[in-house]
């Protein structure tokens, strides 16, 4: 991280030009330096039972001597703060005023937020920092929350259609009479504690260290200057948990809980493209999840900022495109090998870190889980959460375009409870022509 002291400055430009009277960065510090250590930045233990001896994530950048983290807060949104600042609209020194801006539902603290292997790739003292860290809110440390909870209702067509069809009921206290659906949702920013990341993924901290900082083009030098800060926040996208029924419910292990962990999918999740089963999926999804919750369960909806399996847009449109145009078409016997042409990897999503949203709401015991997904399924029961059942889409909700994907899934281990196509059968499931 680099600190840039603004001052005005007469900047002599370039031979030949006017003297011009500039805001211009004059003075820039690098956190880097050793001397960047400040006895006034406050250690995190992670996995301290005790949030005052956790200590808060400190990532402002307003004082610099308070932080113990790499990076800053807000995610992928960090870089549009910065050209905020960079225009002249944002105040740098912002403080923000978290008056009245607390949790609408209350949950935890549990086991697994002081099991120091069990989270880590959020902050599980997020929210309620006024609770877990006031006396250092008093004492005048700019802490921020990365996790923020509050109330909604959804209005979803597909959701208004089983209604009309019968398959959903208005019930005034889930379902509303104007047949939407009552939720809590949970923003949460990513915090990565370094040490547990790398044990998850099975390499050396140092390595993982060196790799981030080369991958993202040095971005933060201090992931290979300084081994004493642990935490980095990551400037990617967040997650949002949807809860339908009672927040603390979700830590009951007899409540029954039905739920899916789903991946960003723009093109299907917002505009409908009819590729793949992604829509299909969520919205079956929310409407088990209303269902459960009407039964007296507990539904929970995960969304994952990976968009097209962590490999972007762009890779996925190319991706898209080979598939269509490759001899033969797009078949579902090829579908995995195109993708791993363009992107160098079939999937980037690392399932592994995904479980940590469902150990921080305190799930244990999972009674329906509405994913095909092998990955996911593996992540979820090798960090100790049990599943029950395992819910495929029903086969009326898939798109005809979205056959090659479905059936490359279940060719490649996906679950499915329906027929697992190999050779000629898995060749001969098409996709459209690319000008269809
Ligand atoms: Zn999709």
């Given at each position: 991280m680099i600190f840039i002291n603004q001052s005005e400055t007469k900047m002599n430009k370039d031979k030949g030009t006017n003297m011009t009277e500039h805001k211009k960065a004059s003075h820039v510090v690098l956190?880097?330096?050793?001397?960047?250590?400040?006895?006034e930045s406050i250690p995190i233990n992670w996995g301290e039972k005790d949030p005052k001896k956790r200590g808060p994530v400190i990532a402002t950048i307003s004082e610099k001597e308070n932080r113990n983290a790499i990076g800053s807060h807000s995610g992928s949104y960090t870089v549009y703060r910065a050209l905020s600042i960079a225009s002249g609209a944002f105040p740098q020194d912002h403080k923000p005023d978290l008056h009245n801006t607390e949790v609408t539902n209350k949950f935890g603290p549990y086991d697994s937020w002081y099991e120091p292997d069990r989270i880590v790739s959020m902050d599980p003292w997020g929210a309620n920092i006024k609770e877990y860290f006031g006396e250092y809110l008093e004492k005048g440390y700019n802490i921020h929350p990365t996790v923020a909870v509050t109330q909604a209702r959804l209005s979803i067509p597909e959701i208004k259609e089983a209604i009309d069809k019968g398959r959903?009921?208005?019930?005034?206290?889930?379902?509303?009479?104007?047949k939407d659906i009552k939720v809590t949702k949970v923003a949460i920013e990513p915090v990565w504690f370094l040490p547990g990341m790398a044990k998850r993924l099975n390499i050396e901290e140092g390595e993982l260290r060196k790799i981030l900082f080369q991958e993202t083009?040095?971005?933060?030098p201090e992931l290979v200057t300084r081994p004493d800060l642990k935490v980095l926040l990551p400037p990617i996208g967040s997650t949002t948990a949807y809860i339908f029924?009672?927040?603390?419910?979700?830590?009951?292990?007899?409540v029954e809980l039905t739920c899916r962990v789903h991946d960003e999918c723009n093109g299907s999740d917002v505009f409908g493209s009819d590729i793949c089963t992604c829509r299909p999926y969520l919205t079956h999804g929310i409407e088990e999840a209303t269902k459960t919750a009407q039964k007296g369960g507990v539904g929970l909806i995960v969304y994952y900022r990976k968009e097209g399996r962590s490999l972007g847009e762009v890779t996925k449109f190319l991706v898209y495109n080979a598939r269509k145009r490759q001899e033969g078409g797009d078949s579902a016997a090829t579908y995995f090998h195109r993708t791993e042409c363009v992107a160098g990897v079939q999937d980037a999503r690392f399932q592994e870190f995904m479980p940590d949203v469902l150990n921080y709401l305190g799930v244990k015991r999972i009674h329906n889980l509405l994913s095909m997904s092998d990955m996911k399924y593996n992540a979820i029961t090798s960090n100790g959460i049990e599943v029950v059942n395992r819910v495929s889409i029903p086969e009326d909700l898939i798109p005809q375009d979205a056959m090659v994907e479905m059936e490359a899934k279940k060719a490649a281990g996906y679950f499915t409870e329906g027929e697992v196509k190999t050779g000629d059968k898995l060749t001969n499931v098409k996709g459209r022509e690319i000008e269809e």
């Open positions: 956190t880097s330096h050793s001397n960047q250590i400040f006895k959903l009921q208005v019930d005034g206290k889930i379902v509303t009479q104007a083009g040095g971005m933060f029924g009672n927040i603390e419910d979700l830590a009951n292990p007899e």
